[in-house]
Nanobody, 126 residues
Framework: QVHLVESGGGLVQAGGSLRLSCTASGRAMIYYAMGWFRQAPGKAREFVATINWTGDSAIYGDSARGRFTISRDNVKNTVYLQMNSLKPEDTAVYYC???????????????????WGQGTQVTVSS
């Protein structure tokens, strides 16, 4: 089992940037593919980005592609989400997730993930 803690959320103006971090503890992060999801009030959870254990394969959701970058540092047991050119519609709670169901590939489906963080709020003002 792995415990995930997100950080780095906050309030930013449209066009700004934020970097989210998710630190894993309990079991080494190398055993997991990692993902970022988000959920805005009244909306369904949305896939943002995912990365395999080596960090050489990533998939992005439509809203993130071209603006967000997922990366990981397995020595620090941390996965990052660099978010640039933020828009008000990016406002949501962002969740980090981990799955050990084949960590060699990224996974975009939320049901694949067994471990979730508590979330960090990102608010983008217009």
């Amino acid at each position: 089992q792995v415990h995930l803690v997100e950080s780095g959320g906050g309030l930013v103006q449209a066009g700004g940037s934020l970097r989210l971090s998710c630190t894993a503890s309990g079991r080494a992060m190398i055993y997991y593919a990692m993902g970022w999801f988000r959920q805005a009030p009244g909306k369904a959870r949305e896939f943002v980005a995912t990365i395999n254990w080596t960090g050489d394969s990533a998939i992005y959701g439509d809203s993130a592609r071209g603006r967000f970058t997922i990366s990981r540092d397995n020595v620090k047991n941390t996965v990052y989400l660099q978010m640039n050119s933020l828009k008000p519609e990016d406002t949501a709670v962002y969740y980090c997730a981990a799955t050990d169901r084949d960590n060699t590939v990224p996974h975009r489906t939320g049901r694949t993930y067994d471990n979730w963080g508590q979330g960090t709020q990102v608010t983008v003002s217009s």
